[in-house]
């Protein structure tokens, strides 16, 4: 049987917290009234040993240790403390993750009685909620993706603001979205992407940036464009049980995204591994990077570089298209200190936290009158987030997809995908990996 924290508790925690205002082992290693949070992102740290003094402030009783560690090294530690029972009492969770620790009974439920659910973004609770019934997490931020873009790039091109706002694209010639990545794209003998006498084999700036193919989800690599397609990643969402890479619109989607690698307007695979998308754009080696709103400051932080951010290009239906993605914070099965996780967990859910993490303008907030603060707060730093915000205003959006089997499902689609950005496969081969993925299904 599953264990239950009570809500009523963990609420009646963020009340008087309201009136109010590292490091650390794992959970199974405290019962002396400390409980360990770990993070993966190093930008949001501030915000939460924040969140976390000003907690501990209010209940003397309970201290809470955050601890970051970077995402390539994060999920590993995880894994390994439940199993070794180190785990942290509290941990942000991701949406392809939470559903095999559910399955391997490594979460607690969450009672969400006097929870105010409708006070975040629509539909960001109800990911958390297992098949089971049972809630798995309060939700702490949302992302959007958008386009970010070197000005003085697109200005030496001739390309204004106006044009990158209003893209359009399709899978049989790109639309404006490729003319403009084949006219920022340049050689190193000054030639353009679209001019006669290019050199696909030696190039300067690339048009598109690439981090990498994207396994199953390419949430900003090609889900906003397999999004405008009409295309699903599951036959439901969420809980889905069958994948459709098999599906035409997606392998047409994926056909013209490597096709650009032929092209010479975006870089081949093997020349990304071990670099950083973000860091080659600063050293003006991409002029568009396509990329998650948790990525801002990374982008308008590079010296010597205006950034603009545009939308995400209108597809062949008509509208533009986001994979809405939503972490949250969930409490390990075998903490010590339950009720006191609870209550932790409830404060991060809470205005309370998210107002402080909001005037960071690192992220946007789960909770929607923190969300304003945000866009305010990146507003007086002179970033325009409109792009990551209007998806969710214009419901352009469609939800991460959660199923189980996450982490197989990327063993089968990374190799697969990556033999097509690499030129070793046609994208129909995909149907053949969409078969291994619905198998384990069966």
């Known amino acids: 049987m599953k264990r239950r924290v009570l809500g009523v508790t963990a609420a009646a925690a963020v009340a008087a917290l309201a009136l109010t205002s590292c490091s650390g082992g794992g959970g199974g290693e405290s019962s002396d009234g400390t409980l360990n949070y770990w993070l993966w992102d190093a930008n949001q740290l501030p915000a939460y040993e924040q969140c976390a003094a000003d907690f501990n402030e209010a209940n003397p009783d309970i201290t809470v240790k955050v601890t970051q560690t970077g995402w390539d090294d994060y999920w590993s530690k995880l894994t390994n403390g439940m199993a070794s029972g180190t785990a942290p009492d509290v941990f942000t969770d991701h949406l392809a993750k939470y559903p095999d620790f559910v399955k391997t009974d490594q979460l607690l439920a969450l009672d969400d009685e006097g929870i105010d659910l409708d006070q975040y973004a629509e539909g960001l609770a109800d990911l958390w909620v297992g098949q089971d019934g049972e809630r798995y997490g309060l939700p702490k931020d949302w992302d959007t993706v958008a386009l970010f873009y070197n000005k003085a790039m697109t200005a030496e091109a001739g390309i204004t603001d106006e044009q990158m706002a209003s893209l359009t694209w399709n899978p049989d010639d790109g639309g404006t979205y490729e003319d403009v990545i084949a006219h920022l794209t340049v050689d190193k003998n000054g030639k ?14 690339y048009g598109l940036g690439l981090q990498d193919s994207g396994q199953g989800m390419g949430q900003t690599q090609w889900s906003f464009l397999t999004g405008t397609t009409g295309w699903t990643h599951t036959d439901t969402n969420p809980w889905g049980t069958h994948y459709n890479y098999d599906d035409e619109r997606f392998q047409d989607t994926i056909t013209w995204w490597a096709g650009l690698i032929d092209k ?13 998308v973000n860091d080659n754009f600063g050293a003006g080696k991409a002029a568009i990077n396509s990329n998650g ?9 590079y010296d010597g570089v205006e950034v603009g951010i545009a939308p995400t290009p209108v597809g062949p239906e008509g509208k533009r298209s ?17 009720e006191a996780a609870a209550e932790w967990v409830a404060y991060l859910g809470s205005a309370a936290c998210q107002d402080v993490v909001a005037e960071k303008s690192v992220v946007f907030p789960a909770i929607l009158t923190s969300t304003e603060i945000a866009a305010k707060a990146f507003a007086d730093k002179g970033i325009d987030v409109t792009p990551f915000t209007q998806q969710v ?3 352009t959006t469609f939800l991460f997809p959660i ?5 197989k499902i990327d063993g089968i689609m990374k190799p697969a995908m990556d033999a097509v950005l690499a030129g070793q496969a046609d994208a129909d081969s995909l149907t053949a990996a969409n078969e291994q993925v619905n198998a384990l299904f069966e």
């Open 293 to 301: 709103s948790w990525m801002i400051n990374t982008y308008t932080g």
């Open 393 to 395: 205003a214009d419901k």
């Open 192 to 205: 353009r992407g679209d001019e006669a006498g290019f050199d696909k084999d030696n190039v300067a700036v």
């Open 322 to 338: 986001s994979m809405f993605n939503g972490l949250a914070d969930s409490i390990w099965v075998g903490t010590k200190q339950p």
């Open 403 to 407: 199923t189980e089997n996450a982490a």
């Open 264 to 276: 010479g307007y975006m870089p081949k695979l093997e020349t990304t591994v071990g670099a950083s």
